[in-house]
């Protein structure tokens, strides 16, 4: 990303987004409270939103589901309605934000073609009984959830998580309870995460619906071919991890390069923390040594998601020659197709694009960091380093180069770092987020690590000996 | 409201759960602050097979230490003070989770300097009171049970609104 790019990413805000967000935060304000004390004030939020989306296929249904609910009466089918409508306004939202980017960048996008649903997991009483707890959820409002609502949820997660085809529903509903859980009495809570739950609230409920969630992604080919590693973004609530891995692929035979993500995920708890992470990936040892090592892969016939999304298989990769994700994101990234992103996915959340980032100076002001390029000042989030790798807030301040994901939340785009190239005591210094991945390599860390113990080897032991007798 | 709570309501990924901090699990591989305790599952020192189920209660700081079967804990006769299961439990909280947050989930009131188990052992002033063994157990077992769940390559979109923040470190 040069100068220019960045001025056009940041000229000026985008028609509509603001009007559309606090469309939003009025549906927000109403989960805050309970759908069953709606109040004048909330009940016309609701048609506000009801309004905006007159004229699209839920119109009439929004209004319907609105006028319902204010007066009392809150059915399942009306809330769906409406989250349903919260999600199309991000949606468009997100579209509006993505073609920003994608203009800024110069990056070329492939279309979404609609691929044929996935059969249902049919597990309609599960979902059934997720639904149920949102519709509480909502009718209760944020400041009325006490503990017994809470812990109301813990069976339906537990069977969720046996069911592999529901993991996404199952993951999301366990990080929201956990927070929930964590924040009580809300009540009396001082300030309130009030779009972020309703976020975690709408998408579960949309992914909660009869049936194989529609459009969600669907597996579109099996691609063969070279890998190069741009870097890997980290996810983590206290129950579940996952590592996403943002790469280029050139397809064997030829053809356009492509920018892919392979993830892997896996549940664990609170306690597991920092470089012990990676140890709960292990059974995709390739993968892992490819971050650690800085190698390229070579894949055979990978599933690819019409995501962008690799559905990763170990036993078809093979660790390749060396190769230095500076080099692959100036040399191959700005040629490299984008994926479309799904329907379902459509939310500002999710955009988090490749770029490479150099020739800025960093500042520093109060923890804050900042990188000036050309006059135009990119905010760094450097709060999203995982403890699982070697970067830092003063390692990203004294860098010169650096390959991230560009986000946008709360109103304003921010490089995400996954890599940076810094000078510490005049000696050039290269980290990347996976550089531990088979193990840390500072001599600080691996001596903290090995203080510490095998926190997934201590509570493994104690699951095998007590959880099967 | 001020602006800066304002924009943090507006924000989709903010942390909400404060960060757990590493510490080393074997002796107390469960600690948890829920249902109106501290509690959680200390292992027994002789007795590889053999954990006990420790508790303080919020308010009261009534005690409690028995093993998973639900037999009391030897070193733990009523009318005495906190057995080591309980000490144990008590640092290995404040390892994980900070004296502040244990003592404010609590309700313990501790000196400004205070900073280890022992300390919040000595500020409470409970008495011993049975509480039950087999729920926090049987929690025990369902948070070991996520590690028995395999991984999947199936991205979670959904995972996004949980970004790694590193502020442990
Ligand atoms: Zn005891």
Redesign the pocket.
């Given at each position: 990303m040069l100068a220019v790019n960045l001025s056009e990413l940041l000229d000026g805000p985008l028609p509509g987004v603001e009007e559309a967000l606090d469309l939003v935060a009025g549906f927000d304000d109403a989960l805050v409270h309970g759908l069953s004390r709606l109040g004048e004030d909330r009940a016309a939020a609701l048609a506000a939103l009801a309004g905006a989306l007159a004229a699209g296929p839920l119109g009439v249904r929004a209004g319907e589901a609105a006028e319902k609910i204010a007066a009392g009466s809150v059915a399942d089918e009306h809330l769906s309605v409406l989250a349903g409508g919260r999600a199309a306004l991000f949606g468009a939202v997100h579209d509006a934000l993505l073609g920003r980017l994608d203009g800024a960048l110069g990056r070329a996008r492939g279309p979404w073609e609609a691929s044929p649903s996935a059969a249902s997991p049919g597990a309609d009483n599960l979902l059934a009984g997720c639904r149920s707890w949102l519709h509480e959820l909502a009718i209760a409002g944020w400041r009325g959830v006490d503990h017994d609502l809470v812990s109301a949820a813990d069976q339906t997660i537990e069977a969720l998580l046996a069911v592999p085809e529901l993991r996404r529903t199952a993951v999301l509903l366990d990080g929201l309870a956990a927070e929930l859980r964590a924040s009580s009495p809300i009540a009396t809570m001082e300030r309130l995460p009030a779009r972020r739950w309703a976020d975690l609230w709408t998408r579960a409920l949309l992914l909660s619906q009869p049936g194989a969630p529609a459009g969600a992604p669907q597996p579109a080919a099996t691609v063969s071919g070279r890998l190069l590693i741009l870097g890997v973004d980290v996810h983590e609530h206290a129950t579940a991890v996952q590592i996403q891995v943002h790469a280029v692929l050139e397809p064997a035979g030829g053809g356009t390069s492509r920018l892919v993500r392979a993830s892997v995920a896996a549940p664990k708890v609170d306690t597991i923390v920092g470089p012990a992470l990676w140890r709960l990936l292990q059974w995709h040892p390739v993968l892992l040594g490819a971050l650690a090592e800085h190698r390229s892969l070579d894949i055979t016939d990978q599933p690819l998601l019409d995501s962008g999304d690799l559905v990763w298989h170990d036993d078809r990769a093979e660790a390749g020659e060396p190769a230095d994700p500076f080099t692959t994101a100036r040399v191959l990234l700005g040629g490299a197709l984008a994926p479309a992103v799904p329907p379902l996915d459509r939310h500002p959340v999710r955009i988090s694009e490749p770029v490479l980032v150099e020739g800025y100076t960093a500042t520093t002001d109060g923890g804050e960091v900042t990188f000036d390029l050309g006059g135009q000042a990119l905010a760094v989030d450097v709060e999203r380093l995982p403890s699982c790798g070697p970067l830092t807030p003063e390692l990203v301040a004294a860098s010169t180069a650096c390959v991230g994901l560009v986000r946008w939340d709360g109103g304003r785009w921010a490089l995400q770092p996954l890599a940076v190239q810094a000078m510490v005591k005049r000696k050039p210094v290269t980290a990347h987020n996976g550089d531990w991945a088979l193990g840390p390599t500072d001599p600080k860390v691996m001596k903290a690590e090995a203080k510490a113990g095998d926190s997934v080897a201590v509570l493994r032991e104690r699951a095998g000996r007590l959880l099967r007798r | 409201m001020n602006a800066e709570t304002s924009a943090w309501e507006r924000r989709s990924t903010v942390r909400v759960v404060p960060p757990v901090r590493p510490r080393k699990l074997a002796k107390v591989p469960f600690v948890e602050l829920a249902d109106g305790r501290l509690q959680g599952v200390?292992s027994s020192g002789s007795d590889i097979e053999r954990v006990?189920v420790?508790s303080f209660t919020t308010g009261t700081h009534a005690y409690s230490?028995s093993t998973n079967n639900n037999r009391p804990?030897g070193?733990?006769p009523s009318g005495s003070s906190p057995?080591?299961?309980?000490h144990l439990l008590a640092t290995e909280a404040v390892l994980q989770y900070g004296i502040d947050r244990v003592a404010r989930y609590l309700r313990v009131d501790i000196d400004d300097d205070a900073a280890t188990g022992a300390e919040l052992v000595h500020s409470m002033n409970g008495q011993v009171e049975r509480a039950p063994a087999a729920t926090v157990f049987s929690r025990f077992l369902r948070h070991l049970n996520y590690l028995e769940i395999p991984d999947t390559t199936t991205p979670i979109p959904e995972m996004h609104w949980f970004p790694a923040l590193g502020a442990t470190r």
């Open positions: - | 200390v006990y420790s230490c804990c070193a733990l057995c080591k299961h309980l």
